[in-house]
């Protein structure tokens, strides 16, 4: 690594945003938006990228080579990690939770052509990988590399996801376009969503920021936000834990249906776990009149689309 591959992490950055038709917009008076950050890289998913980008940088700076995290045997951290491992040239290690016949699957496979050395550990071990003593061990087995959580979320992740909203500001600005009322994001560990609250509170203090967990009983990830924004009462975000269809990774009937409409309709890929559970729960509040006519939302496309080779492998979907 050297610094000149600091303009690769700026040629990875500034999606498109696209406006979206749609007879049930036109009908409840909303501007609807899409951050295509689905688009920033064909293999390094959307928001994994900006929580992966300042971490990656920071071992850059600080002459480090190897990096270790964790995820599930279809992640898209994981798939990510190993991806721009490969790109930015680190070794890799991913801590996967589960057996080691997973690593034929399509997300594993990938990440081994990349490069990525697999741990597999089972889902007792894997439970401690937040635990004191069970990352001062892991460390000492690596003493070079760095360790970074499950999904990406740390605070230089944080950094990197508020970019997101500081380009969907200038976007908007450079087009003298509508500005935006509302940002919408799938949640999984809400890293994602502290992200765009924290870059709300610096670039457009009057947008609500919201988060449609994609699991069941989330409530408690609002304190995930309290704990990484210090300054999140500031501005105006809502956690939306109804939509969750019986859980992560769980596909409802019409869940399924609404994913196959939206993507005929609008000619974007979307995948049921994050985005589709987040157009899905959008399309029901528009429905509701949740939103005053005339808002301008913006969703943001987090990506995930690898995981569709995943879940058809599995025939989930
Ligand atoms: C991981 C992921 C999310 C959730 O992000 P968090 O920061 O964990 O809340 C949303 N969408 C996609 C496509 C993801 O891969």
């Known amino acids: 690594m050297n610094f000149s591959n600091s303009d690769l992490y700026r040629e990875i950055t500034d999606s498109p945003l696209q406006v979206i038709t749609h007879p049930l917009l036109s009908k409840q008076g909303i501007t609807l938006s899409i951050k295509r950050d689905d688009l920033l890289n064909p293999n390094i998913s959307g928001n994994k990228w900006r929580k992966l980008k300042h971490n990656l940088l920071y071992a850059e700076a600080n002459n480090i080579k190897h990096i270790i995290s964790f995820g599930g045997a279809f992640s ?19 801590i996967i939770r589960g057996e080691p016949q997973y690593a034929l699957n399509p997300t594993l496979s990938d990440a081994q052509r990349w490069g990525m050395q697999l741990e597999f550990v089972d889902r007792k071990t894997y439970r401690n990988k937040e635990q004191d003593d069970y990352l001062i061990s892991l460390q000492s087995q690596y003493p070079n590399a ?51 609250v924290s870059g709300a509170l610096q670039y457009t203090p009057h947008t609500t920021i919201h ?27 809502y956690l939306h834990t109804q939509f969750h269809e019986g859980g992560y990774g769980k596909i409802s009937r019409p869940l399924n249906i609404f994913c196959r409409k939206f993507i005929k309709y609008t000619d974007i890929p979307i995948e049921p776990i994050y985005t589709g559970k987040m157009f899905y729960a959008l399309w029901q509040l528009i429905k509701q009149g949740y939103f005053v006519k005339g808002s301008h939302i913006v969703a943001v496309h987090t990506g995930g689309l690898q995981g569709l080779a995943g879940l058809k492998a599995q025939q989930k979907y």
């Open 76 to 94: 898209n951290h994981i798939h990510a990690l190993a991806a721009a491992s490969h790109y930015f040239d680190f070794k890799a290690t991913g």
């Open 146 to 196: 760095y360790i970074i959580p499950e999904g990406g979320c740390n605070h230089l992740a944080t950094r990197g996801v508020e970019e997101v909203v500081k380009e969907i500001v200038n976007t908007l600005t450079i087009q003298s376009a509508q500005p935006v009322d509302h940002i919408f994001t799938a949640t999984g560990s809400a890293g994602t969503l502290a992200g765009l």
């Open 211 to 237: 988060g449609v967990a994609v699991l069941k009983d989330a409530q408690y990830l609002e304190n995930t936000i309290k704990a990484f924004v210090s300054e999140a009462d500031k501005v105006s975000w």
